[in-house]
C-alpha cells in the first residue's frame, strides 16, 4: 500500500515521474484506477491496516479521492483480503447461499460406526471435470493493461493454489526519449528495494 498524500507528493519530488497539471489529475486517474480494479482506495489507519472505507472496483469520482494522511492505495490481493465478507443467507433446506456450508452433524448423531466427513481444502473436484497439472501462457500485454492481466489471467491462477512464476520482458523504444535518470535512479532504485533480481540494458 501507499499513502495518497505521499504518493501525490511524489511528482514533486522525484524527478523521474512526469510532471502533472495538479493534483486533479492524480484524483482523477485514482478514481478511473478504482473503476477498473488496478488498485483499492482506502480510508483509514494504513499502518494496522483498518479501514473505514474501501473502495475497489466500484464507481468513483474524482472529487471522493482525497490525497489524505488518512487515504491509501492498496494493491488488489490486499483488497480483496480486507474487504468484507458477505453475510450467509439462509435459502431453505439447509443450504446456506454466500456463505459457508452448514456444518456436519457431530459423531453422535451420526448412524452407528459413522465419523463425519473431513473438512474440504483446496479447490472443488467436480467428477469428470479435466484438470491441469501445468499451465504455460505466452502474451504481449499493453502497458495500460497490465492491472486487468492480473485481475484476469493471474489471480484466478493463484486462486486455484498454483504456484506462479512470472518472468517479465520489457522492451521500450523511443528516438532518444527515455532519460538516464529513469532508469538509472528510478526503475533501478526500485528493483533494487523490492529485491527483484533483474537485468536492465540500456543504450
Not at 478504482?34 to 472529487?63: H, M, N, P, Q, W
Not at 523511443?174 to 532504485?189: C, H, P
Amino acid at each position: 500500500m501507499v499513502n495518497a498524500k505521499a504518493f501525490g507528493g511524489y511528482f514533486t519530488q522525484l524527478t523521474h515521474l512526469p510532471m502533472v497539471s495538479g493534483t486533479g489529475v492524480l484524483r482523477e486517474s485514482i478514481a478511473r484506477g478504482v473503476e477498473r480494479g488496478l488498485f483499492a482506495y482506502a480510508l483509514g489507519d494504513g499502518e494496522a491496516k483498518e479501514f473505514d472505507t474501501i473502495r475497489f472496483k466500484e464507481s468513483a469520482s474524482a472529487e471522493s479521492c482525497e490525497l489524505d494522511d488518512t487515504a491509501w492505495l492498496l494493491r488488489p490481493a490486499l483488497a480483496v483480503e480486507l474487504l468484507p465478507k458477505p453475510e450467509p443467507v439462509e435459502t431453505g433446506a439447509g443450504e446456506v447461499a454466500g456463505g459457508t456450508p452448514p456444518t456436519q452433524p457431530s459423531g453422535g448423531d451420526l448412524p452407528s460406526g459413522e465419523e463425519p466427513p473431513p473438512p474440504s481444502t483446496g479447490p472443488k473436484i467436480v467428477e469428470g471435470e479435466r484438470r491441469y497439472d501445468w499451465v504455460h501462457i505466452k502474451a504481449q500485454v499493453p502497458w495500460e493493461q497490465w492491472g486487468d492481466f492480473y485481475n484476469e489471467v493471474i489471480e484466478p491462477l493463484v486462486n486455484e493454489g498454483a504456484d506462479i512464476r512470472v518472468d517479465v520482458n520489457i522492451v521500450a523504444k523511443g528516438d532518444s526519449a527515455i532519460r538516464e535518470n529513469t532508469v538509472e535512479f528510478g526503475i533501478k532504485e526500485s528493483l533494487s528495494q523490492r529485491g527483484i533480481d533483474a537485468e536492465v540494458d540500456a543504450r
